[in-house]
């Protein structure tokens, strides 16, 4: 009888042996990848209560932390950027820059290194985190990645005003540029869409029929034509997108250096492929212009009247200023060009932009051609205003649209990782 029970309690123990030598196979079989790359670890990831735990130190200097330990205290400290976290070695309370936050999981100890839930430490950092059954990995993308491809994601259209004089196109480039000719009226476009819709011109009825004192529904091709000014916007347009392009936007140019588009013709690069219709997928249009009939300094034009094509964002008034506002201040800060006033023109809130663009408008009137001062500093800080209008662009995105509120640090409803 003793014999088979001592069989029997082997069986079960050789069972046991086997389960629990599967479990840590199972436990040690974790991988963790931040921005794509493995994350190596001495002591290998284990899951305690359904929990990926990791080495504390590693995963934190792998997210780029410095990282300070208390050793009477057990506690560690992870500083980056803004963010600061303690967390203590068997303890379930954590902080996050002093407020009390709770891990379902406490810190341990094992083979000598203190292990921490990884989704806790990621989250800190304001990490995105997917756990996945299939190949038993923790998939990490950082703050700075996911901040990037959300900017990949935004396309930002430079126009650079005007372009080639009128008197130098032909008829054909005229047409092809998306002018009209109209006895009586000459070459040009119309100013607005009718009221309500989208690519259906007014022809100088059914719309708003509102227009800026220098001209009606129609808008002609010579009130483009300038001499100095193109190449002037052009050079600051491709600077910002230089810029624009290395934070990690997308970038669409209106026109080339020689060519001069109807504003109908450049407003549908806020368009995929330039096919109008789809939906717009740009998510601004800075209009880069310079000033002109005596003053100095830069500034930009404000929205305010009444715009009713159709699809236009609600926000699209708002939007418009803030951007512009936005831009128009880096350039004071960072560029030798001074302020127009208070930085805000409220001539001409219905400009022929304003009327037909599907999506908010920055107007901006960098500084004074006819002005020697400024026609200088337009010729010589044309990289630094470029840089300028890419900065206040994207601290426009930063403050008013990718400052959101805080992801919670993990709790109970988590996945398994």
Known sequence: ???????????????????????????????????????????????????????LRAIFE????????????????????????????????????????????????????????????????????????????????????????????KIIVLDPGHGKSSSLMSEKEKIDAGYTYIPGRGWGEWR??????????????????????????????????????PDLNYNNALNAKKYLEQMGYTVRLTRGQNDNPSITDRIKQCYPDGNTNLAPDAAAYICIHANAGGGRGSCYISLSGLYDQSGIPENYIQAGNMLGQSINNQIIQNTSMPIHGNGIYTTYPELILFC???????????GFYDNASDLWILQNESDGIGKSIAQGIDAYYEQFEAKKMRKPLPHENKSSD
Not at 201 to 212: M, T, V
Not at 357 to 363: F, N
């Open 1 to 55: 009888m003793m014999k088979k029970i001592m069989k029997r309690f082997g069986v079960l123990l050789l069972l046991v042996s086997v389960m629990l030598a599967t479990v840590s196979f199972a436990n040690n079989d974790i991988k963790v990848t931040i921005d794509g790359e493995y994350v190596n670890f001495d002591v290998k990831p284990q899951i305690i209560n359904k929990r990926t735990m990791v080495p």
């Open 62 to 153: 792998a997210l780029g932390a410095d990282v300070t330990w208390n050793d009477d205290t057990k506690t560690v400290i992870a500083v980056k950027d803004d963010v600061t976290v303690k967390a203590t070695i068997g303890s379930t309370v954590a902080y996050w820059n002093d407020v009390e936050r709770r891990m379902d999981v406490a810190p341990v100890v094992i083979d000598g290194r203190a292990l921490v839930p990884v989704r806790f430490v990621a989250e800190s950092f304001e990490c995105e985190v997917v756990w996945s059954d299939e190949d038993r990995t923790v998939y990490i993308k950082s703050k700075e990645r996911v901040e990037k491809e959300a900017k990949a994601s």
């Open 192 to 229: 607005h869409f009718k009221s309500g819709t989208m690519w259906q011109d007014c022809e100088g009825f059914g719309c708003s029929g509102r227009a800026p004192k220098n001209g009606g529904c129609w808008y002609p091709i010579t009130a483009g034509d300038r001499d100095t000014e």
């Open 356 to 366: 037909k663009s599907p999506v908010p408008v920055a107007y901006m009137e960098i």
